[in-house]
T-cell receptor, first 116, second 109 residues
Framework: EPEVTQTPSHQVTQMGQEVILRCVPISNHLYFYWYRQILGQKVEFLVSFYNNEISEKSEIFDDQFSVERPDGSNFTLKIRSTKLEDSAMYFC??????????????FGPGTRLTVT | LAKTTQPISMDSYEGQEVNITCSHNNIATNDYITWYQQFPSQGPRFIIQGYKTKVTNEVASLFIPADRKSSTLSLPRVSLSDTAVYYCLVGPNNNDMRFGAGTRLTVKP
C-alpha cells in the first residue's frame, strides 16, 4: 500500500537555526499538508498546498514558515529561525483531489523536532 | 468550521462494542463528518466519513441522525490494539482540517 514518508524521523537543532523537514507524498496525490503536534496536545493544522501554491494556512504558519515542492516528489517545510516552542512532532499528509473521500488524508509517520 | 464536542476519554473492555458520540450543532449543509484515529507517536489515520444516515466499512460504522447535529462512531468488538485517540472532524473540504482534543479510548483486558 502506498504511504507518505518523512525524513528525518528526529531532528535536533539549536534555537535560531533553520531546519527543513522533508516529505514524499503518495505519488498520485495532488493536495499536500503540514500539521504539528506538541507533546500531549492536539494535532494543529499548519498549511495546505495545491497546484504549487498555498491553499490555506493557519495563524501558526507565520513568516518563519515556508513550504515548497522543489521537484515532482518532495514536499518540504522550512522553519527559518527555530524557537523553543517549535519543538513538536511535524506530520506531512497528502490526499487525492475531491470526490466523496475528500477528507481522507494520508499522514506520514512524522518528524520529531527538538529545539534546544 | 463547525465546532465539535466529544468526550475526553472512555474506557472499554476487549470484545465490547464502543460508541463515541460527537456533537456538532452548527454543522453546515455542505459539511461532511469524518473520524480519524491516532496511536501514540503516529500520524492520524482515516477511519470513516459520512454525510447522513449510516455508513459502514470494515473497521467501523458511523451513525448520523436526520438533523446531523451529532454523530456516533461505533467500533464493534474492540481489542487492546484499538486503544487510541479518536477525532471527529466536521467541514466542507479537504483544505483546512482542524482537529479537536479527541476522545482517548482505553481498551482493557
Amino acid at each position: 500500500e502506498p504511504e507518505v514518508t518523512q525524513t528525518p524521523s528526529h531532528q535536533v537543532t539549536q534555537m535560531g537555526q533553520e531546519v527543513i523537514l522533508r516529505c514524499v507524498p503518495i505519488s498520485n496525490h495532488l493536495y499536500f499538508y503540514w500539521y504539528r503536534q506538541i507533546l500531549g496536545q492536539k494535532v494543529e493544522f499548519l498549511v495546505s498546498f495545491y497546484n504549487n501554491e498555498i491553499s490555506e494556512k493557519s495563524e501558526i504558519f507565520d513568516d518563519q514558515f515556508s513550504v515548497e515542492r522543489p521537484d515532482g516528489s518532495n514536499f518540504t517545510l522550512k522553519i527559518r529561525s527555530t524557537k523553543l516552542e517549535d519543538s513538536a512532532m511535524y506530520f506531512c499528509a497528502s490526499s487525492e483531489p475531491g470526490g466523496t473521500s475528500s477528507y481522507e488524508q494520508y499522514f506520514g509517520p512524522g518528524t520529531r523536532l527538538t529545539v534546544t | 468550521l463547525a465546532k465539535t464536542t466529544q468526550p475526553i476519554s472512555m474506557d472499554s473492555y476487549e470484545g465490547q462494542e464502543v460508541n463515541i458520540t460527537c456533537s456538532h450543532n452548527n454543522i453546515a449543509t455542505n459539511d461532511y463528518i469524518t473520524w480519524y484515529q491516532q496511536f501514540p507517536s503516529q500520524g492520524p489515520r482515516f477511519i470513516i466519513q459520512g454525510y447522513k444516515t449510516k455508513v459502514t466499512n470494515e473497521v467501523a460504522s458511523l451513525f448520523i441522525p436526520a438533523d446531523r447535529k451529532s454523530s456516533t462512531l461505533s467500533l464493534p468488538r474492540v481489542s487492546l490494539s484499538d486503544t487510541a485517540v479518536y477525532y471527529c472532524l466536521v467541514g466542507p473540504n479537504n483544505n483546512d482540517m482542524r482537529f479537536g482534543a479527541g476522545t482517548r479510548l482505553t481498551v482493557k483486558p
